[in-house]
């Protein structure tokens, strides 16, 4: 059994320079925190099957790294990325924290 770090977030896809294609459940970009902390992640989409460059959306995000413990919290901002190109940001609404995954 493993332990991921959750959070519930706010997020926007770039219109401009970034993806062509929607966004869905399953998708793993790497996460910048405003404090330079980076980290990879799962997106679990809440209430669309989709978000296309330039929507938002309210997703839950999925971490198997402890770094980020204590670290982030309500209203924390994060960029998140595929490679070195910038998909879009996003807003911590909810920290949920460790939970038990199989």
Known sequence: MNRIFKIEAEIKINKEGG????VKT????GFKFINK???????LLLNT???KPGEKGIVEVSFISNELLGEIHFGTEFKFYEGPVEIGDGKVLK???????H
């Open 95 to 101: 920290v949920i924290g460790w939970i038990e995954s």
């Open 49 to 51: 099957e989709d978000l």
């Open 19 to 22: 993806r062509t294609w929607p």
């Open 37 to 43: 902390m980076q980290t990879s992640g799962s997106i």
């Open 26 to 29: 399953g998708y793993r970009p």
